[in-house]
């Protein structure tokens, strides 16, 4: 089945510093992936998706690309805030195209 | 006003109570879901709406059922709280294209004593 794997947390960073979040995938065809934010105490929101190989989804400074051949979709941003901190979440909806399949959560402390 | 509303936001019960979360939208969306998240588990699936009469399973359902009243609410009970469903619960919308993303609640803490 579906699976998604993501660095495990907690991360730390100093205000300024260059964020990756690793996140690979398994799935049968091509899926859609997607990367959401939770901040404390709201519900998880869309930060940015891409639904094919190479396309580049980005938002907020946030980037992440869509490697089909390392089954791969990493979330980076060139220079983190404080407002950034929280938990990211990668996820793909696979060929049932209903189920989103959700990597286990990371959560980054953005330190002024 | 928030397109996809949980109600309550937090709750606290005890063993064997029966618990209804309701869960409405605005966006007009046919298909409805109902999370959990736990720490260190991410989110895992409850169960699905596709439309009010088309009703699944999801991966984690036992203890579980919903409720679609319409195409704007969709209902989550759990008939006979035990302390191990305490929890985050998600309700999420979402329309049917393959790049279609889900859109979130703010959730309802629910704590089991």
């Known amino acids: 089945g579906d699976s998604v794997t993501q660095m495990e947390g907690p991360v730390t960073l100093s205000e300024e510093a260059f964020l990756t979040i690793n996140c690979t995938y398994t799935a049968t065809g091509y899926p859609s992936l997607f990367w959401y934010v939770q901040y404390p105490g709201e519900g998880l929101q869309l930060l940015l998706k891409a639904t094919k190989a190479d396309d580049k989804g980005s938002n907020k400074g946030f980037e992440a690309t869509y490697r089909k051949e390392t089954t791969s979709f990493h979330l980076e941003k060139g220079s983190v805030q404080v407002s950034d901190s929280a938990v990211y979440f990668c996820?793909?909806?696979?060929?049932?195209?209903?189920?989103?399949?959700f990597g286990k959560g990371t959560l980054l402390t953005v330190n002024p | 006003d928030a397109d996809v509303t949980q109600t309550p936001r937090n709750r606290i019960t005890k063993t064997g109570k029966r618990i209804m979360l309701e869960c409405s939208q605005t966006k007009g969306h046919d298909r409805m879901y109902w999370y959990r998240q736990d720490p260190g588990l991410g989110l895992r699936l409850i169960y699905y709406?596709?439309?009010?009469?088309?009703?699944n399973k999801g991966e984690i359902s036992d203890g579980y059922s919903v409720s679609r009243q319409a195409q704007a609410k969709f209902s989550l009970s759990l008939e006979s709280a035990i302390p191990n469903q305490t929890a985050l619960y998600f309700c999420?919308?979402?329309?049917?294209?393959?790049?279609?993303?889900?859109?979130f609640g703010d959730g309802t803490r629910l704590s089991i004593l």
């Open positions: 999420a919308t979402s329309d049917p294209g393959q790049g279609g993303p889900q859109h």
């Open positions: 709406s596709f439309d009010v009469k088309d009703i």
């Open positions: 996820a793909l909806k696979g060929g049932s195209n209903y189920k989103l399949t």
